[in-house]
Structure formats: structure tokens, C-alpha cells
Nanobody
Framework: QVQLVESGGGLVQPGGSLRLSCAASGRIFSIYGMGWYRQAPGKQRELVAEITRSGRTTYASSVKGRSTISRDNAKNTVHVQMNSLKPEDTAVYYC?????????WGQGTQVTVSS
């Protein structure tokens, strides 16, 4: 079993920044992809950013240039730094990890961008 613990969400003003973190633990032998998704009320869950074990990154067009995803393979952690936040970035953000045991999701952390 794999456990994911997310942190870093909260309330931020438009134009502000947040750093979301996710730590994976449990019976993990190999972690392949790590990423962040988000789901706003009434909308489908969508990719924010993802990173492969080798460091190749993919970003949603809506956050590209404003966000940076990184990972620490030794610590099984993934982070996303989000800058110039907009009200439309408001959503529940979920960590996603693909391991040798399967695909896992975090419990979600709320990000609210509002003045």
C-alpha cells in the first residue's frame, strides 16, 4: 500500500504564490511518474503538471510559465511552485503517483485564490 500526504494549500490573493508538496510512503520499490491534478467545482479533474523519474516535465497550458514542478527521487516527494495565481486557479489539488504497485491519489488540498 502507498500513502500520499499533501501540504501547502490555502488561501492566497491574486498574484500570489503557493508551493504544494506531496510525500509518498509505503511499500514502494519504484516510482515512475509524479504529478499534480486539480478539480474545480462543477468541472472535471485536469492535469496541472507532471514529471517523469528522469525529470521530463509536462504542464497544462493554463499554468505553463507560472508553475514549476520538481521531485526528489531519494525522498519520494514532488512539489509544484505556483506563481501569479489567478482566481481561476481555485480548485482542490491532488497529488498523483504511479508506482510499481499502481496509480495512487492523495486526499486533495484546497487552493483558493481570492482577494
Amino acid at each position: 500500500q502507498v500513502q500520499l500526504v499533501e501540504s501547502g494549500g490555502g488561501l492566497v490573493q491574486p498574484g500570489g504564490s503557493l508551493r504544494l508538496s506531496c510525500a509518498a510512503s509505503g511499500r514502494i520499490f519504484s516510482i515512475y511518474g509524479m504529478g499534480w491534478y486539480r478539480q474545480a467545482p462543477g468541472k472535471q479533474r485536469e492535469l496541472v503538471a507532471e514529471i517523469t523519474r528522469s525529470g521530463r516535465t509536462t504542464y497544462a497550458s493554463s499554468v505553463k510559465g507560472r508553475s514549476t514542478i520538481s521531485r526528489d527521487n531519494a525522498k519520494n516527494t514532488v512539489h509544484v511552485q505556483m506563481n501569479s495565481l489567478k482566481p481561476e486557479d481555485t480548485a482542490v489539488y491532488y497529488c498523483n503517483v504511479v508506482t510499481d504497485l499502481g496509480n495512487y491519489w492523495g486526499q486533495g488540498t484546497q487552493v483558493t485564490v481570492s482577494s
